[in-house]
């Protein structure tokens, strides 16, 4: 029986919830380390090291390096662990300030100077976007199935008609008003960036009447380009969608609730550092 580990870094472990959600690897898999359920002192030798979680400290770093040298592929799982997530709210100057200000605080590691994500440190096999990721994202790195296929962009997956003869003349945000059960949201207003997003969670957000952010990530037609190809090409989505003014499309790409996970599409181009193949992202 193959084994496998969960290391968790700086993050909210919700991505262990969903691997938890996932039972049907327990026939195939040992699970030998993840210290949610099961503990020890270090990461034993594994066939895969499922990495969630930041590289927010010295001691996600250390624990980071010492466990991929027993590991023979190794996972970025999750948001947190691909572009900082959550975690990367200690990126604020004055949260910094505070707690570099005091660097020999018991039981309070000391902040690296901003967010990582694992592959600023180590080379990573496999990425599994998502926050967390669904269950069967999970089962299709551990088992493989055959009938796994993930769709090119969330829209193909919600199931919501698109219809060319409503166009909304505004937009409503995220959670206004009433959600029409079959038509997409676009056609109703809501900031909902499916159409750019890479499928493979089986759209629950958008099936739910909640709009996509863009937890998994960029679609593969966007995943090794610049932040101003993928946000023109989202803007004209809404541009030929809705009849909002360019100003109010504009604002609400860039609103807070999209920030989180919308604008860490750039992250995948690779800036100072190697783009992450579409290859190697599930």
Request: glycine share 8%; aromatic share 8%; with cysteine.
């Amino acid at each position: 029986m193959k084994r496998f580990a969960v290391l968790q870094l700086s993050g909210c472990a919700g991505c262990e919830v969903a691997l938890l959600n996932a039972e049907a690897w327990v026939a195939q898999y040992k699970l030998v380390y993840m210290p949610l359920v099961v503990s020890a002192e270090d990461v034993p030798e594994v066939d895969v090291l499922l990495i969630s979680g930041g590289v927010r400290t010295d001691e996600d770093l250390y624990k980071l390096r010492r466990a991929v040298k027993n590991a023979q592929q190794v996972v970025a799982v999750g948001t947190c662990a691909i572009s900082g997530g959550v975690a990367n709210l200690g990126d604020r100057d004055e949260v910094r300030a505070l707690f570099l200000a005091e660097r020999d605080r018991p039981h309070v590691p000391r902040l690296l100077s901003k967010s990582h994500p694992v592959d600023a440190f180590v080379a990573v096999d496999l990425y599994v976007p998502g926050c967390p990721p669904t269950a069967e994202l999970f089962m299709a790195v551990l088992t493989n199935p055959r009938d796994f296929q993930a769709s090119k962009v969330v829209c193909q997956e919600c199931g919501r008609q698109k219809l060319k003869d409503v166009k909304p003349a505004h937009l409503l945000g995220f959670q206004q008003g009433e959600v029409l059960p079959d038509v997409c949201l676009i056609n109703q207003g809501y900031l909902c960036v499916g159409s750019s997003t890479r499928g493979g969670c089986r759209a629950p957000c958008p099936r739910a009447g909640h709009p996509c952010v863009g937890c998994r990530g960029p679609s593969d037609v966007f995943i090794e380009k610049e932040s101003d190809v993928w946000f023109k090409s989202i803007k004209r989505v809404f541009a030929s969608m809705t009849d909002a003014p360019e100003s109010e499309i504009e604002q609400g790409l860039r609103s807070p609730q999209l920030a989180m996970f919308l604008f860490q599409f750039s992250d995948y181009a690779g800036g100072d550092r190697l783009p992450r193949p579409k290859e190697k992202v599930l």
